[in-house]
């Protein structure tokens, strides 16, 4: 049995969603997704784990979607609008998906994908038709969803999650974070990836409470939604919060007093997905009063640590495991590591997924013998709680024998007057293995490289101070906000 499908019986009279300017009931969403059950079963009985992929914006007839798949037995593979259409396809041909549910807006973006891969394109409308046959009852250890890794080392690998891994990273946040079904959220962010489907949506839909889509980040909407007053939690990625910052930075004081006062009265505000800038961290509490928590999680475990709801939250640090998270840190042999010293993540529990779709051996490579999952995150545990340190394929940089955190190079460098934004990479080096390389966003662009290499040898061991830097007038993304440095890599 699907306990978030079940718990929502018992919320029917509450609004469940608002989409496109419209509310949505529990109840309504509970219709919706048996209507979409029943269409794709198609009179069959149960659609026994085939993959159902779909592309349609944030928003009520997303989440009717998704639970109508998980409802008829079939596994979700929510696609991401902002993909091109190589991305797009690599899922479906990797899923062995027969077709794909499309919003009317992604309809003709589809389309050539029918004669070139033999994909059938469904309108969304002929599937959210009403229709009460039977639907079948799903056990919950089979498979749910399939959410694609961001690829950055190889191609994209597909997570498999059950319906009791979803279960496991919903209660432990709903736990620690103490959601209740009187909060009310605000969900902009994507919904291919864990932060928008489980800590947001899913959250507030397992604690009968409302999430609000804003399908499209505008900095001047989402202030107004945050002085409206309706929300009490609000999730987003450093970028973000950096954008909403700036959009402050440029009103009027009596308007920027406004805002601060509405924004300084919700309950929780939530940092993640990518590393928060201490400096980003700071202005926000100096605008908002309010000291964003830092969690720690990926595709594979949903959340795995989390900065305390009541208790300190130490800016740089992700705090301590969750509920029902089983977590250690060790060093290449799989040996635990001392306080203050780098070892590597390893993440078990009822939150970890199932596998990677059809890579057994990617699958078998994720785990120890002992059955951890092998999270590549390097951290420590620095006076009571752990802090990343970065990657290790990608944050990690290895130079003349030492072990260098680009994450820590980029929080010092953040601190100069001239550095609105930064990225550090290891360059392959013959001599040193690799060598530290920057890059600089300012609107300087004269900036001087000497200057700041001046500047990090007074901040910083010489071991880590960059030998190479380049101007950019802004960093390679992906969707969420991460910097692609495999990218950045390339730029220099």
């Known amino acids: 049995m699907i306990q978030l499908l079940e718990r929502a019986k018992n919320f029917k009279d509450r609004i469940a969603l608002v989409s496109n300017g419209s509310a949505y009931s529990y109840e309504q969403l509970l219709k919706a997704a048996r209507n979409v059950a029943a269409n794709l079963l198609a009179g069959k009985p149960d659609l026994k784990e085939a993959r159902i992929t779909f592309l349609i914006p944030p928003s009520f007839e997303y989440t009717a ?39 009317k807006d992604c309809l003709d973006f589809l389309k050539p994908l029918e004669k070139s891969i033999g994909i059938s394109v469904v309108p969304l409308e002929s599937i959210l038709q009403e229709n009460n046959s039977e639907i079948p009852r799903v056990d919950s250890a089979r498979g749910a969803m399939i959410l694609y ?13 059950t319906h009791d891994n979803i279960e496991s990273q919903i209660t432990a946040l709903v736990k620690a974070w103490e959601w209740e079904k009187e909060d009310h959220i605000l969900n902009i962010l994507p919904l291919h990836h864990v932060h928008g489907i489980i800590n947001v949506m899913s959250c507030a839909l397992w604690s009968g409470a409302c999430c609000e889509f804003l399908p499209k980040f505008n900095a001047e909407n ?66 908002t009063g309010q000291t964003l928590l830092e969690r720690y999680g990926m595709t594979e475990i949903g959340m795995g640590l989390s900065n305390s709801y ?30 203050n010293e780098p070892g590597e993540f390893q993440i078990k529990g009822p939150s970890v997924f199932k596998e990677y779709w059809q890579k057994p051996e990617a699958t ?7 059955g951890w999952f092998i999270t590549g995150d390097i951290g420590m545990l620095n006076n009571g709680l752990y802090k990343i340190l970065g990657r290790d394929s990608v944050d990690i940089i290895k130079s ?15 601190k100069h007057e001239l550095v609105n934004d930064c990225a550090v990479v290891g360059l392959p080096d013959e001599e040193w293995g690799e060598v530290v390389a920057a890059c600089i966003v300012s609107n300087e662009s004269e900036i001087v490289a000497n200057s700041i290499s001046d500047w990090l040898k007074e901040e910083l061991p010489g071991y880590k101070v960059p030998r190479k830097f380049i101007v950019l007038q802004e960093l390679p993304r992906n969707v969420l906000g991460k910097v692609t440095k495999n990218e950045l890599k390339k730029m220099f």
């Not at 409802?71 to 259409?85: E, Q, Y």
């Not at 800016?315 to 799989?334: S, T």
């Not at 078998?364 to 002992?370: I, R, S």
């Not at 003349?400 to 953040?414: C, F, H, Q, T, W």
């Open 65 to 103: 979607v998704q639970w109508g798949v998980w409802a008829a037995g079939g596994i979700a593979v929510p696609l991401c609008d902002l993909h091109p259409l190589p991305s797009i396809q690599y899922v479906l041909q990797d899923t062995g998906a027969d077709i794909v549910i499309a919003h």
């Open 400 to 414: 003349g024998g030492y072990k260098i955190s680009a994450l820590e190079i980029e929080d010092v460098l953040r």
């Open 364 to 370: 078998q490579k994720a785990f120890t013998k002992d």
């Open 222 to 287: 989402v202030w107004k939604i945050l002085a409206s007053e309706r929300l009490t939690l609000f999730m987003a990625v450093p970028t973000i919060y950096y954008k909403l910052i700036s959009f402050w930075e440029a009103l009027p004081e009596q308007e920027q007093k406004k805002l601060s006062k509405a924004a300084s009265e919700l309950r929780l505000m939530v940092s993640g997905s990518a590393a928060l800038p201490v400096p980003v961290l700071e202005k926000w509490k100096s605008i």
């Open 149 to 161: 890794t961001s690829g950055t080392t190889s191609k994209p690998k597909g997570v498999v999650t």
């Open 310 to 339: 009541r208790g300190e939250r130490r800016p740089g640090h992700v705090g301590l495991p969750l509920p029902g998270v089983e977590m250690r840190l060790v060093d290449e042999h799989n040996n635990p590591v001392m306080e």
